[in-house]
């Protein structure tokens, strides 16, 4: 968004010259109005209680922006945005623009985004439109307003003062006579006119801004050696300082009230307390209520009176009486309604001083809570830092007292930004000239000398309690070189002793050469041994050796180790002693285990034989109970032909038993020749024994069923077939999702509810697993159970006395309420000939049931 600022009233707004728009290049230029434009902004600002260092910078965000309008205008802006991002800068700069143009100021070239951007050119022309519109265009003097209205009252107010030709604002206030003659003619106590030298022209400056800053409340807001020494002083400049004399001198309470007042009493004279600023609204409201009145009445009786005198003459044909200037009746007029407005512009001020100590007070308040608040805190602080408590501290002590002060470093950095605000709040005290800044001044000074006392303390403490740690950590790093160090050795020492006296047991040649070998290497390792022994032996010496050299009060124990030097010795000896002993019992040993290899191989020829031929027997009967088709009565034969062939095979299984009774006796326990044992043997023996009897048993039961329930064969193949599909392990089981799957193939429509209600049924013992026999069983009686829907309708139309159709009625009275409302909620209208209302079709319903589940 781009604005212009010109007024179109206003022509001066347009450099009248061309040597105006040069100087916009010239960095003096730049230099007054940055400082002229950043005092005028902080003469209004400080009734906020805040105030900007650096123009182009403390705007970017708009924030201050948008509080300078509200405090020269009186009015509230739209709220500002609270973020920190560019957009919302921009926007809050943007709402301080759109109020300038409400008040009917086009700006020309300048944006939001220079502003945000900090273009010191655009800044400074956008706070030149502000003073423009809030201080110089409602200037009112005989008719000329703004820039001509300004120079026309200084030039009335200068006008008998000597050396002083005020015709523009540049040149004509070089000499600074101009100033101090405004000052005189309104407050003559504040000057003496008379020993003004013009050829002083920096020294009547000076003078005239010092009085301006202390007496009229007109902070310095220009340079005296700028304006002198400049060709051409800054325009914008001037008249910016001038107009803050107009405010505080033209229409104001001086010019009107010392009619009735003595002189010093409604001087715009800022006070120091709430209390003397509340004095002088009461002054004012007592002037009002007293002294005002009475002044009221002469000015109506100087009217009547000058009327009446008017009168007369006129009745005696004498001229009109003619006061001298400036006390006609019209002059009187004109100067009492400048008396209000002064008054309304007094009280005015009164308000805003009074605010102003408001906000002086609220700092105040704020100061001492922030003060009270880090005093609390920092009490005994330097007590604490002042202990010695680590000169008789443990390593661990100290390091906890090291960590302890690192929470407090901690806690102390997180308490700079307390102090910093302390210090930051009275120094705004002291600009704001808070009455009683003198204390405030001593105790933010003896919290900031209290600060820098902690941090020395701080440092020297950190500094003491690292040379205590490090003298320890040598002391501890020695102690805990041992402990690493002996440790493992000790475990070893003890690790070896154990081996050494180990009653082992080996069951072949390999194991106990192995023995043998790992015997070897460790007493290939001894010699490295006792040199670790005599290293660790050594940093025991040197802990003690660093005691004794530094006087040391402190116990030469290991905090790390419970290992001692004279454990580790004794038990060296130990070791020694056992490595021979070791050396025999292992040569016995392997002469036995030759004896036992012998045995191995003569079971393991036998046994390697046997057990396959048991495996692929019960793989032969477990597929022939899967593959066998045929009446029952072939497969039977089959099966009985099989149990002939292995009953001919036992006389095998009794030789291998005479070969396992020698290896017994010699306590061999296993073969490594083998994957066989005896035991594996008997197992599958008589596995297969009872696998091929349970077969021929379940045959036989299946013949029996087929014939007591009168199913076919192709309904027993059927049922083998589907049984066999969903046995995925193919071991003659089926588990619970087998099952289920299989019942879901057949169209069972199976809730949670029904399918335990099947799997009680079929897995009674609750196993896990179906048999084929326990499935056989199911379906037959599943199918012998099962309902038509020729039976459903027959039932339902016994309910309707034979009407092809039922109603509701006759549903509730006839069915138990569940089932009705099943029924009624399901069935659908009936439509064919004599139908009633409320008539339910319930063959439709049964043939649909029917279609749904076979259950």
Known sequence: MQYTYNYEEDEYMTQEEEWDRDLLLDPAWEKQQRKTFTAWCNSHLRKAGTQIENIEEDFRNGLKLMLLLEVISGER??????????????????????YIASKGVKLVSIGAEEI????????????????????????????????????????????????????????????????????????????DYSKLNKDDPIGNINLAMEIAEKHLDIPKMLDAEDVVNTARPDERTIMTYVSCYYHAFADSIQSFFLVVFPLPLFYLTPEKTMQAMQKKLEDFRDYRRKHKPPKVQEKCQLEINFNTLQTKLRISNRPAFMPSEGKMVSDIAGAWQRLEQAEKGYEEWLLNEIRRLERLEHLAEKFRQKASTHEQWAYGKEQILLQKDYESASLTEVRAMLRKHEAFESDLAAHQDRVEQIAAIAQELNELDYHDAASVNDRCQKICDQWDSLGTLTQKR?????????????????????????????????????DLQDMFIVHSIEEIQSLISAHDQFKATLPEADGERQAILSIQNEVEKVIQSYNMRISATNPYSTVTVDEIRSK??????????????????????HANERLRRQFAAQANVIGPWIQTKMEEIARSSIEMTGPLEDQMNQLKQYEHNIINYKHNIDKLEGDHQLIQEALVFDNKHTNYTMEHIRVGWELLLTTIARTINEVETQILTRDAKGITQEQMNDFRASFNHFDRRKNGLMDHDDFRACLISMGYDLGEAEFARIMSLVDPNGQGTVTFQSFIDFMTRETADTDTAEQVIASFRILASDKPYILADELRRELPPEQAQYCIKRMPPYTGPGSVPGALDYTSFSSALYGESDL
């Open 77 to 98: 802006l739209p709220k500002p945005d609270r973020g920190k991002m560019r957009f919302h800068k921009i926007a809050n700069v943007n709402k301080a623009l759109d």
């Open 116 to 191: 945000v951007d900090g273009n010191v050119k655009m800044t400074l022309g956008m706070i030149w439109t502000i003073i423009l519109r809030f201080a110089i265009q409602d200037i009112s003097v005989e008719e000329t307003s703004a820039k001509e209205g300004l120079l026309l009252w200084c030039q009335r107010k200068t006008a008998p003062y000597r050396n002083v030709n005020i015709q523009n604002f540049h040149l004509s206030w070089k000499d600074g006579l101009g100033l101090c003659a405004l000052i005189h003619r309104h407050r003559p106590d504040l000057i």
């Open 462 to 498: 950190r500094e003491a309690l690292e040379r205590t740690e490090k003298l320890l950590e040598t002391i501890d790093q020695l102690h805990l070189e041992f402990a690493k160090r002996a440790a493992p050795f000790n475990n070893w020492m003890e690790g070896a002793m154990e």
């Open 572 to 593: 060296w000896e130990k070791v020694k002693q056992l490595v021979p002993q070791r050396d025999q019992s292992l040569q016995e040993e392997l002469a036995r285990q």
